[in-house]
C-alpha cells in the first residue's frame, strides 16, 4: 500500500483547508488511518486518527476545528480543517496501519503536504 496526499497550500488564519489521501496497492486490511505534522526541528506530532470502525481521535489543540473521515470504498482518508490558525503550519502526513496478504502488519507514510496558514 502506497500514500499520496494533496490538498496543502497557503491560507490566511480563519480560513479551511481539506486534505486527502489516496491509498493505492493491495493489503488485507487497512485499520486506523490518521494524520500526523511535523514543524522544522519538532518532532512529528499526532493531529486525528480515524479506525476502520468509524471511531475517531484527536489532538486537543484541534479538537472542534478539524474532521477526519475515510471513504473505505474509495480508499481515501481526508482531513477538513477549518479555523485555521497559523500555528497549523507544517508538513502534514498520512499513516495507515495495514495488514498484507502474508499477515504482517505495516505502518505506512506518506510524503507529506505542506499547509501555510498565514496570519
Known amino acids: 500500500v502506497q500514500l499520496a496526499e494533496s490538498g496543502g497550500g497557503l491560507v490566511q488564519a480563519g480560513g479551511s483547508l481539506r486534505l486527502s489521501c489516496a491509498a493505492s496497492?493491495?493489503?488485507?486490511?487497512?485499520?486506523?488511518m490518521g494524520w500526523y505534522r511535523q514543524t522544522p526541528g519538532k518532532q512529528r506530532e499526532f493531529v486525528a486518527a480515524?479506525?476502520?470502525?468509524?471511531?475517531?481521535n484527536y489532538t486537543d489543540s484541534v479538537k472542534g476545528r478539524f474532521t477526519v473521515s475515510r471513504d473505505n470504498a474509495q480508499n481515501t482518508l481526508y482531513l477538513q480543517m477549518n479555523s485555521l490558525k497559523p500555528e497549523d503550519t507544517a508538513v502534514y502526513y498520512c499513516?495507515?496501519?495495514?495488514?498484507?496478504?502474508?499477515?504482517?502488519?505495516?505502518?505506512?507514510w506518506g510524503q507529506g503536504t505542506l499547509v501555510t496558514v498565514s496570519s
Open positions: 480515524i479506525d476502520s470502525d468509524g471511531r475517531t
Open positions: 499513516n495507515a496501519d495495514t495488514v498484507r496478504y502474508s499477515g504482517r502488519y505495516v505502518e505506512v
Open positions: 496497492g493491495s493489503a488485507l486490511r487497512v485499520d486506523r
